[in-house]
């Protein structure tokens, strides 16, 4: 089958380079800068609490804080790390993996093809959502424990966790807004590749000769359609990750 045309020359994080290939809309440079952009979306009591967190001194350190800090520091936080972003991407691939083997060895493939071509892209969309809401649930626990890490190190690492809960707290509407948007760009994408695969049998099918090429396999557009919604969900966990990723390389320099 046809696929849609890639893009080339596109920068930006991989979410964003896969989207604008998916939907085939190119994504326009941002008008302002990255400290105008802040400006917009802080409302003044959340620009006095990161004014405060740069500025004040650090929150009392928690009464119970370990005798030697790096005893339990930056390796533990890095297996805990692995642990939690393999986790999650088991769980993306085992989803797409689930749906794949609902065929089974009994199933005939002329009735898989026939179901597959009729199913509804609101059965990928709750799936896509809940695989959002794992990441959100998982990565937000952890990015706490690590914050919870940082206040227990020197005046400048306590600092830092309090600017990282602040940035959580007035950024995490935005970055829900704008990922919760991903399901809706992925439905165009969804149906594009049907309708592609639609146009292409029947215009084997209108054929007066053999086509030369192998003809194509009905409901092959669907496995393209996994692929690529694996490969967002993927992206997107490398998106959410990003913080924890600036605390654990915080806690390894201190």
Same mark, same amino acid.
């Given at each position: 089958?046809?696929?849609?045309?890639?893009?080339?020359?596109?920068?930006?994080?991989?979410?964003?380079?896969?989207?604008?290939?998916?939907?085939? *809309?190119? *994504?326009?440079?941002?008008?302002?800068?990255?400290?105008?952009?802040?400006?917009?979306?802080?409302?003044?009591?959340?620009?006095?609490?990161?004014?405060?967190?740069?500025?004040?001194?650090?929150?009392?350190?928690?009464?119970?804080?370990?005798?030697?800090?790096?005893?339990?520091?930056?390796?533990?936080?890095?297996?805990?790390?692995?642990?939690?972003?393999?986790?999650?991407?088991?769980?993306?691939?085992?989803?797409?993996?689930?749906?794949?083997?609902?065929?089974?060895?009994?199933?005939?493939?002329?009735?898989?093809?026939?179901?597959?071509?009729?199913?509804?892209?609101?059965?990928?969309?709750?799936?896509?959502?809940?695989?959002?809401?794992?990441?959100?649930? *998982?990565?937000?626990?952890?990015?706490?424990?690590?914050?919870?890490?940082?206040?227990?190190?020197?005046?400048?690492?306590?600092?830092?966790?309090?600017?990282?809960?602040?940035?959580?707290?007035?950024?995490?509407?935005?970055?829900?807004?704008?990922?919760?948007?991903?399901?809706?760009?992925?439905?165009?994408?969804?149906?594009?590749?049907?309708?592609?695969?639609?146009?292409?049998?029947?215009?084997?099918?209108?054929?007066?000769?053999?086509?030369?090429?192998?003809?194509?396999?009905?409901?092959?557009?669907?496995?393209?359609?996994?692929?690529?919604?694996?490969?967002?969900?993927?992206?997107?966990?490398?998106?959410?990750?990003?913080?924890?990723?600036?605390?654990?390389?915080?806690?390894?320099?201190?």
């Amino acid at each position: 089958m046809s696929q849609e045309p890639r893009r080339t020359g596109f920068s930006g994080p991989t979410l964003v380079r896969l989207l604008a290939r998916l939907t085939d *809309a190119d *994504a326009p440079p941002p008008a302002t800068s990255l400290s105008g952009q802040l400006s917009q979306w802080l409302g003044w009591p959340d620009a006095i609490a990161l004014s405060a967190a740069l500025k004040g001194g650090p929150a009392a350190a928690p009464a119970a804080v370990p005798a030697n800090p790096r005893a339990c520091g930056a390796t533990a936080e890095e297996q805990e790390c692995a642990r939690v972003r393999g986790a999650l991407a088991d769980a993306i691939a085992g989803d797409n993996a689930l749906a794949a083997r609902r065929r089974g060895p009994g199933r005939p493939s002329a009735l898989a093809e026939a179901m597959d071509a009729q199913v509804d892209y609101a059965i990928y969309r709750h799936r896509y959502v809940s695989q959002q809401q794992a990441m959100e649930t *998982a990565i937000g626990a952890l990015r706490g424990r690590m914050r919870a890490a940082l206040s227990t190190r020197a005046p400048d690492m306590a600092r830092l966790a309090m600017v990282d809960a602040v940035m959580e707290r007035v950024l995490g509407a935005r970055e829900q807004n704008v990922l919760g948007s991903v399901p809706t760009l992925l439905e165009g994408h969804f149906q594009r590749l049907r309708q592609a695969e639609a146009a292409a049998l029947a215009e084997a099918q209108a054929a007066t000769k053999p086509a030369a090429a192998a003809p194509v396999a009905p409901g092959a557009w669907l496995a393209v359609f996994r692929k690529d919604m694996q490969s967002v969900l993927l992206a997107e966990l490398e998106i959410r990750f990003q913080p924890v990723e600036g605390l654990l390389a915080a806690l390894r320099g201190s």
